[in-house]
């Protein structure tokens, strides 16, 4: 469910009516008038609300969900509780992004049509200080004391805490940002994830409609992004301290009190725990899942599945860093050896 703060919704739809724009039959025993409300993940979706399933990881999850319209493939073998209704057609994901763009048709633009640099609607605490050419959206807060500096944007509806210090040329939107947070020159937050649904005739944008919420007392380094979430959030724990020119994608989740080094790039759906510490130049794949007190050395990258916590990684895909050592020494070892006329 998107928030309001952000986000306008243009439901409720009629089931039939959204078949309709989907191009899919009606479902027997499905009632045409029935109201759809919102489109929503599954692990929040409720009764009036329309989801998706895609996956077997997404399977599990409508067998636990409250949802009451999912879409999904007609080739699929899904079971759904028995208070939700399925929706075959040929795309799932396809069928998901065209019914969220009639939901929220403006759910990827950031709207500016406004009078003045700072909307007169926007909340501003004692002591804010703004620098020239900044502009600040309709119903933003502003907390007491925060510093903002020249030609940063305050999105609509976005909140920013006590004594924050936000650089020049920053962009948040779609974002809660807490007390005592840095953001450096260029950073980007809550711009829209790289989320698509790919077909024959190409690559569908799937909008996005979460948010971004950084907790007090991080930093965020000069030039890096945070994608906002796709239908939930992207979190930055409280504490952490992320370097300059890092990429951090869609849902994901990072504990307190990590270190993420510079030209870090972490995929969507991520979750780090706390304490977690990333040295320069690591790569993240989708969905991974690190364990608290982890470490990754430089250049390593961490396949989908999950690092116990704990330990420390290194490599190409990333393993205890003992065993990457002796692998590396192994293989200097072989280079080192005389070359024997049977070797060719």
Known sequence: MADPRFYDNRGPFKLAALCTLLSIPLPGGAKRDEPVEDVA??????????????SKQAAALLAESHVGLCLVDSAAQIEAPAQTILLQCKSAALAFASAARAFYPDGGLQQWVQAEQIDSSAKMGEGVRLAPGVVVGPGAEIGDGARIGPNSVIGRGVAIGRNCEIGSNVSITHAYVGDNVSILPGAQIGQAGFGFASGQ???TKIPQLGRV????????????TIDRGALGDTVIGEGTKIDNLVQIGHNTRIGQHCMIVAQVGISGS???????????QVGIADHAKIGDGARLAARSAAAPGELAGGQDYGGVPARPVQQWRRELAAIAMLSRRPKRASDG
């Open 41 to 54: 993940a599954l692990e929040q979706a409720g009764p009036a609300h329309l989801s998706y399933c895609s």
């Open 213 to 224: 919420v950084i907790q007090d007392g991080a930093e965020i380094g000069a030039c890096s």
């Open 201 to 203: 005739s190409g690559h």
């Open 270 to 280: 991520c979750e780090l725990g706390d304490f977690v510490v990333l040295g320069g």
